[in-house]
Every structure is written in structure tokens, then in C-alpha cells.
DNA sequence: CAGCATCCAGTACGATACTG
DNA sequence: CAGTATCGTACTGGATGCTG
């Protein structure tokens, strides 16, 4: 029974949330993540459909999430080859978690932003 | 009535809330929130508080998160200069935020671990 | 003490070309 | 179609030294 309402937690616990912070902080995990919610999907699919996002990043950043387990690669052996994309149970998950986060994302922006450009202004 | 059950949401939403996360996932701000949530501190004191942090990229990090109006610089103009830190309301309400995020980290670790370790050593 | 400027290594990312 | 390899660039973060 600590005195911390707020989600700081022991040492450890900080650590944890830091690296997953870095490793999801990246500049697709999340919008693929988002992406799948929907369904599996196929590599050029995906390519097409996320805005921006290169060949290479698209085959890293879904191995990197296949790799945490956020997300399933199913290959079928035909010709021309055929691969899908799926978020699992985990991922699934962890786009519940973030809830907390959009919410006062989307709350706070304005303010965010206000405090942003005072301080920019301020600076002269 | 959309049918995402998940925080996905629109385009603008996912931006937002991927800026948020890449802004935020930044090697030191969570750790100075984290950091600050027992009461204002002085830049020495963090200096010393958070294990690995360089001169440099404290100064940096406690500008940025000024900027975004989630801490509060406070100088007394005193010799030697004194300067205190301390959490705004809205880096606290931040801090609240991430509740979801933190506890679905603990609870998955291990599970994530265990498929890093898989995927790994089928990757030969 | 608090903060800034400079320099440097590591890495993230994009463009492109090539393989099964 | 899906994936790998190579290259160039831009940014991030650490070490260090200077200023008020």
C-alpha cells in the first residue's frame, strides 16, 4: 500500500513502461496496429493503405511486431505468394490499454498545443 | 456508431495519438514525470535521482516537457541560481492516463518475452 | 548551480535494386 | 507478390567545455 495514485510505480515497473513506450513510439507500429483492426490484411494492402510508409518500414516494423507477439504472419504456399497479416489476442489488448492515452490525447491537444505556442512566442 | 471497439479511431485521432506516443516515448520524459510526482525538485537533485541521465539531455528533456505545459520551471533569483521543477495538473492527469498502457506491460511481459525468445531461436 | 554550444557515434528511416 | 540487401541522410543522445 504506497502513497502513488498515479501509475509510477517501483523502479522496475518504470523501466518496463519506458522500454515499451520506445519500442511503440516508433513511427508505424502503432498506425499498422491500428490498420488490422479491421482484419488481416496483405502485405501490399497494407503498403497501400497505410499513407507514407516505405517498402522496407512495412516488412520491419511487422517484424518487429510478429516478433512481440502483437501481431500473426500467416504465409499460404501458393504462386504467387500470399501472406496475411492479423493482430492476435495480445494485440488486440494492447490496443484496449491505450485507451487511457488517446483520451487525453485528445483532450489535452488544444491545451498542449496552446502551452506550445506561448512558450515558443515567450522564447521571443 | 462505428463499429471499432477499440481506440483506433479516425485518421486525425491515430495522428494524434501516434505524435503523442513518439513525443512521449522519448528516452527521459516518462522517467522525469515519473520522477517529479513526489514533489518539485531541483535540476541537481534530478541530475542525481535519475540514474544514466547526462547534464545535457536533462536540460532538454525538462524544456521539452515545459513546452507542453506537463512541468513547471521555477527560478529564484537567488546566487547560487535555484531552479525547481515540479509537475503541472496536466502532467499529472498525463501520468493517470497511462495507467492502462503501464499495467497491460506488466501483465504481458513475460508473455512478450517468451515470444521474443521464440522467434528468435526459430529465426536459427 | 543552471544552462548552452560544439563535436561525435549510433541509429532510424527512405530510396533503390535485387531474389524466390 | 513478398522479402532482403545496400546505400545515403537526418536525427538522437552522450561527452565535454564555456558562460552568467
Same mark, same amino acid.
Given at each position: 500500500? +504506497?502513497r502513488t495514485s498515479?501509475p509510477c510505480g =517501483?523502479?522496475r515497473?518504470q @523501466?518496463?513502461t519506458?522500454? #515499451?513506450?520506445r519500442? %511503440?513510439?516508433?513511427t508505424w507500429?502503432? *498506425? &499498422? *496496429?491500428? !490498420?488490422? $483492426?479491421?482484419?488481416?490484411?496483405?502485405?501490399?494492402?497494407?503498403?497501400?493503405? *497505410?499513407?507514407?510508409?516505405?517498402h @522496407?518500414?512495412?516488412?520491419?516494423? &511487422? @517484424?518487429?511486431l510478429e516478433?512481440?507477439?502483437? *501481431?500473426?504472419?500467416?504465409?499460404?504456399? +501458393?504462386?504467387p505468394?500470399r $501472406? +496475411?497479416y492479423?493482430?492476435?489476442?495480445?494485440? !488486440?489488448?494492447?490496443?484496449?490499454? #491505450?485507451?487511457?492515452?488517446v $483520451?487525453?490525447?485528445? =483532450?489535452? !491537444?488544444?491545451? %498542449? +498545443?496552446e502551452?506550445?505556442? @506561448?512558450?515558443?512566442? =515567450?522564447?521571443?
Amino acid at each position: 500500500m +504506497e502513497r502513488t495514485s498515479t501509475p509510477c510505480g =517501483d523502479e522496475r515497473t518504470q @523501466r518496463h513502461t519506458r522500454q #515499451l513506450l520506445r519500442r %511503440v513510439g516508433d513511427t508505424w507500429s502503432l *498506425v &499498422l *496496429v491500428s !490498420q488490422l $483492426v479491421g482484419g488481416p490484411m496483405r502485405f501490399t494492402e497494407l503498403l497501400r493503405a *497505410v499513407d507514407g510508409i516505405s517498402h @522496407r518500414m512495412l516488412t520491419q516494423t &511487422l @517484424r518487429s511486431l510478429e516478433r512481440d507477439g502483437l *501481431v500473426s504472419r500467416t504465409a499460404y504456399p +501458393e504462386t504467387p505468394p500470399r $501472406v +496475411e497479416y492479423a493482430l492476435t489476442p495480445l494485440g !488486440q489488448t494492447f490496443l484496449g490499454s #491505450l485507451t487511457g492515452l488517446v $483520451v487525453w490525447g485528445e =483532450d489535452t !491537444q488544444a491545451e %498542449v +498545443e496552446e502551452h506550445r505556442s @506561448r512558450f515558443d512566442a =515567450d522564447r521571443h
